[in-house]
C-alpha cells in the first residue's frame, strides 16, 4: 500500500505546484505593472511641478511687466499734467502754434480726442495730420501723442518705431526723453528687456538732467 500512494503523492504534489506557478507569475506580473505605473505617476508628477514652476514663473515676470507699465502710465500722465500747466495760455505742449487756422484746428480736434481716451480716433487723426501737414512746427507734438496713442492701443511695436524714430531725428524736441521712455515700455510689452535696457540707459545717458532719466534709473534697477 505504501508503494502504491507514493506516486499519487507525488502527482498531487506535481498538480499543487502546477497550480501555483501560473498564480504567482500573475502576482509577479501585478507587481511589475504596479510598479511601472507608480514610476510613471512619479514622472508625472515632477512633470507637473516642473510645469507649475514655469507658469508662476511666467506669472512674476507678467506681473512684474505690468507693474512697470502702470508705473509708465502713472508717470506719462503726471508729465502731461505738468505739461499742461506749464501751457495753460498755449494749444500744445511745445508753446507753439500753427501759422495756418485750420491745421491748428486739426491738431486741436487730434489732442481732444486723445486727453479724451479714445486712443483709436486720436491714432488716426494725428497720422492724417502728418500726412497732411508734414513740415509743421507742431510735428513733434503730434508724433509724440501718435505714439502714445499706439501704446494705449497696445500695438507696442508700431509705437516704438514710432517714439525712437521721433527721439532720433528730433533729439533737442522736449519729447524726445519721454518718447524714449514709452518706447523702452513698448519693448518691455514685447518681452525685449535688453532693448529696454539701452533705451532707459540712452535717456540716462543723454538727458540726464530730465524727470525721464530718474525714472530710468530707477526702472534699471527693476530690469537688474
Given at each position: 500500500m505504501h508503494a502504491y500512494f507514493k506516486p499519487v503523492r507525488l502527482a498531487a504534489?506535481?498538480?499543487?505546484?502546477?497550480a501555483y506557478l501560473p498564480a504567482?507569475?500573475?502576482?509577479?506580473?501585478?507587481?511589475?505593472?504596479?510598479?511601472l505605473e507608480l514610476r510613471q505617476q512619479m514622472q508625472q508628477m515632477r512633470e507637473q511641478n516642473q510645469q507649475a514652476r514655469l507658469n508662476l514663473a511666467a506669472q512674476v515676470d507678467s506681473l512684474r511687466a505690468e507693474i512697470v507699465t502702470l508705473r509708465g502710465q502713472v508717470e506719462k500722465l503726471s508729465w502731461e499734467t505738468n505739461n499742461l500747466r506749464q501751457s495753460n495760455n498755449n494749444n500744445n505742449d511745445s508753446g507753439m502754434t500753427a501759422n495756418d487756422p485750420?491745421?491748428?484746428a486739426v491738431y486741436d480736434s487730434a489732442m481732444d480726442l486723445y486727453r479724451a481716451g479714445q486712443y483709436q480716433e486720436a491714432a488716426a487723426s494725428l497720422s492724417a495730420f502728418l500726412d497732411a501737414y508734414p513740415s509743421s512746427?507742431?510735428?513733434?507734438?503730434?508724433?509724440?501723442?501718435?505714439?502714445?496713442?499706439?501704446?494705449?492701443l497696445?500695438?507696442?511695436?508700431?509705437?516704438?518705431?514710432?517714439?525712437?524714430?521721433?527721439?532720433?531725428?528730433?533729439?533737442?524736441?522736449?519729447?524726445?526723453a519721454d518718447a524714449l521712455m514709452v518706447a523702452a515700455s513698448c519693448q518691455i510689452e514685447l518681452n525685449d528687456l535688453n532693448g529696454a535696457k539701452s533705451l532707459?540707459?540712452?535717456?540716462?545717458?543723454?538727458?540726464?538732467?530730465?524727470?525721464?532719466a530718474d525714472t530710468a534709473r530707477s526702472r534699471l534697477k527693476l530690469l537688474e
Open positions: 504534489l506535481s498538480l499543487a505546484l502546477l504567482q507569475a500573475f502576482a509577479d506580473d501585478e507587481a511589475r505593472r504596479a510598479i485750420q491745421e491748428q512746427v507742431l510735428r513733434d507734438d503730434v508724433r509724440f501723442y501718435h505714439g502714445s496713442s499706439l501704446y494705449a497696445r500695438d507696442y511695436k508700431l509705437a516704438s518705431q514710432t517714439l525712437q524714430s521721433l527721439a532720433k531725428e528730433a533729439p533737442q524736441s522736449t519729447h524726445a532707459l540707459q540712452r535717456i540716462v545717458k543723454e538727458y540726464p538732467q530730465s524727470e525721464a
